[in-house]
């Protein structure tokens, strides 16, 4: 990957954004300013390892560097990483997940039937959806709150707000339970989605990822 001076710099921390830029490029390592989240900014030892992501137009970036120490110039505190090493490149955009908490709708779906696209669902179904909350979202699928725990393979309808209605089926990955919370964190695989529906989500989550980055300047 080229890195450029000015490249924009994620560090995700407990679900918080920490931004930095690149000011400087040498042979073996990088300059970036001291990330920030606000007023608040991030811990960093010398000899420590660091991931960050690199958001581009096209796809994610994590990489890791080790911190080798800090350095000030023109009044500017900065840190000294390592040549970064790439670590992971999602090359498909749906596959990266924002963590996002936003209100939507959902049924499960009986296991009796095969459910192929949103045409197979009695309307009676739609018409009995429950809110509940999400807890991630990507342009492959959604992780979403539920007080119940479908089978694997299961089909569940989720309607979401981006901020138009979509109205997706899913098919149930994995469930988690939670003790503190008692309820199930359903992963869910978008099926027969439409291309065109999985761009919308796409531009979705990469906007907010950016208004994340804008709101902690």
Do not use: W
């Not at 030892?45 to 096209?58: D, V, Y």
């Not at 500017?76 to 040549?83: D, E, G, P, Q, R």
């Not at 996002?100 to 459910?115: C, G, H, Q, R, V």
């Not at 309307?123 to 342009?139: A, C, F, Q």
């Amino acid at each position: 990957m080229n890195f450029k001076i000015n490249q924009k710099l994620e560090i995700l921390d407990n679900n918080i954004a920490y931004k930095c830029n690149i000011q400087d490029i040498r042979d073996d390592s990088i300059l970036i300013n001291m990330p920030y989240s606000g007023i608040k900014y991030y811990s960093m030892h010398t000899g420590s390892t660091l991931e960050f992501f690199i958001c581009t137009e096209r796809d994610v970036v994590k990489c890791k560097s080790i911190v080798v120490g800090r350095t000030s110039e023109n009044n500017i505190h900065m840190a000294v990483l390592s040549k970064p090493v790439v670590i992971e490149r999602v090359q498909r955009r749906e596959y990266f997940r924002l963590p996002i908490s936003m209100e939507a709708k959902y049924i499960i779906l009986p296991e009796d039937n095969t459910y192929i696209d949103l045409q197979d669902v009695p309307s009676g179904y739609l018409k009995r959806m429950k809110k509940t909350l999400t807890v991630d979202l990507s342009g492959g699928g959604v992780k979403i709150i539920s007080k119940h725990n479908p089978k694997k393979g299961q089909k569940i309808v989720l309607s979401i707000h981006i901020p138009e209605e979509l109205t997706i089926i899913g098919t149930v990955m994995r469930t988690e339970y939670s003790q503190i919370n008692r309820h199930y964190r359903i992963a869910l695989k978008f099926e027969s989605i439409e291309e065109k529906l999985r761009d919308k989500i796409i531009r979705f989550i990469f906007s907010k990822f950016r208004e994340q980055s804008k709101l902690l300047r």
